[in-house]
């Protein structure tokens, strides 16, 4: 009997080491497996089940494990297709009255549809769309003005949404232009077509909600402010929500409450910077580098009337994120001509390409695409056109172009091009073959 018993226990200890020789003699260089490689790996465990061994009479009771043969289960861990977007981007929306007497019809109403047409595929093309609109939508009985006070008809939101625009930032220098009824009747306009709004607000319960955006899966919060008000003031009782003011703390703020309500990716409209200046000066570098270390991933920039550089920020919080500011995005339309300012006749859509890859999301690069804003003479009152600049394509309008327009719009793509090309950091053209051109 005890010889029995010897063996009994030698056979035991040897399956024991049999189980076990594999992690006992893991191959050194595997211990660099990466724990994405484990967490895809696909485990094959044979089920080992725990039987009693039935003894002879006057032996001691044991237990021993005995292995028993299956057919193997298998557990494969997977992880979910990655998901991008684009988000389009377009800078001031700038109605002068010269604009509003070019789309006057006969019959007293605007059509405006003509000026974005030429430029409407290119919006569409986008999963998203954001323009700055610096005018009000404060009624025919305020009167339709431009410049300093800017009031256009209704038939501008309208026209904006059927262009491809989805949302549209109201805080700008020009908020208080009409007073408060102005920012409280443009946004029931805005909310009357469809386009969703952030900057303004009627209520501090509008202020306190922060806009975040599903877009194709890809949860975007927007966040909009503006550094002046033209020297006018939101009304005392309305001052806490009315107009949201660039304040670093609040953006920050902000940019928080966006991902508490579940923003993947946080985007700010800025309203800031100098007017007509080619290049943003050092404060507002260090100004837009001090935002994006606070919660925001992109910026988007207004207010100068012209097209400024597009900077790659690689900054570091608790992970590397890849972050992007475009000064200023220049005009989408206004009357400002080259010859008045130099270079205002000319504005870029900006295309910021977004990815969600399991638990991250971030920005891979951003595309652009020049615009010259046409303004033909071969009729009273004079016509205004949005013309995408791309070399080698005829832009699709219903008005001539001048010797004077193929030169602007030369002179746009090589200005622009000089002035964004950065493939290094991932800015570049928008590739015609994107859009099937």
Not at 105 to 111: A, K, L, M
Request: proline share 6%.
């Amino acid at each position: 009997m005890p010889v029995r018993n010897a063996l009994k226990a030698i056979g035991a200890a040897l399956a024991v080491i049999a189980f076990c020789a594999p992690l006992i003699f893991w191959p050194a260089d595997d211990a660099g497996t990466t724990p994405t490689e484990l967490a895809q790996a696909t485990v094959t465990v044979p089920p080992v089940v725990m039987v009693a061994t039935t003894l002879a009479p006057g032996e001691t009771t044991t237990t021993s494990t005995t292995e028993v043969v299956a057919e193997p289960t298998s557990t494969t861990t997977t992880t979910e297709a990655p998901i991008s977007i684009t988000i389009a981007a377009v800078g001031d929306i700038l109605p002068h009255e010269s604009i509003l007497d070019s789309v006057r019809t006969e019959n007293g109403w605007y059509n405006f549809w003509p000026i974005f047409d030429p430029v409407a595929p290119y919006l569409r093309y986008a999963d998203y769309a954001v323009g700055n609109l610096e005018t009000r939508l404060a009624g025919e009985q305020a009167g339709y003005t431009g410049y300093p006070l800017f009031n256009s008809p209704d038939e501008l939101a309208g026209v904006l949404r059927s262009a491809g625009l989805d949302l549209m930032a109201t805080a700008n220098n020009h908020s208080m232009d009409m007073g408060w009824d102005g920012i409280v009747r443009t946004l029931d306009e805005l909310d009357d077509v469809g386009l969703a709004h952030v900057g303004t607000n009627r209520s501090a319960a509008e202020r306190a909600t922060p806009l975040v955006v599903d877009i194709n899966g890809i949860d975007v919060g927007f966040l909009n402010y503006t550094e002046y008000l033209n020297g006018l003031s939101v009304p005392q009782e309305h001052e806490a929500y009315g107009v949201n003011m660039l304040d670093i703390d609040k953006v920050t703020e902000d940019a928080a409450l966006a991902r508490m309500y579940g923003a993947d990716i946080v985007v700010a409209l800025l309203h800031y910077g100098d007017e007509y200046a080619r290049e943003e000066d050092a404060a507002r570098q260090a100004l837009s580098q001090e935002i994006l270390s606070r919660g925001v991933d992109v910026i988007l920039g207004a207010h100068p009337h012209v097209v400024q550089p597009i900077d790659h920020v690689l900054s570091r919080s608790w992970k590397f994120s890849d972050k992007y500011v475009a000064y200023s995005l220049g005009n989408f339309i206004s009357a400002q001509r080259n010859t008045y300012k130099e270079f205002t006749d000319e504005g870029v859509i900006a295309y910021i390409h977004v990815t969600k890859s399991d638990l991250r999301t971030y920005v891979t690069g951003v595309s652009y695409l020049p615009l010259y804003v046409q303004r033909s003479t071969e009729q009273s009152p004079a016509r205004y056109r949005i013309l995408p600049v791309l070399p080698g394509l005829e832009p699709n309008t219903d008005t001539a172009l001048s010797n004077y327009d193929e030169e602007r719009m030369s002179v746009v793509w090589e200005d622009l091009r000089g002035l964004l090309y950065k493939p290094d950091e991932r800015i570049t053209p928008l590739d015609p073959k994107d859009l099937g051109l």
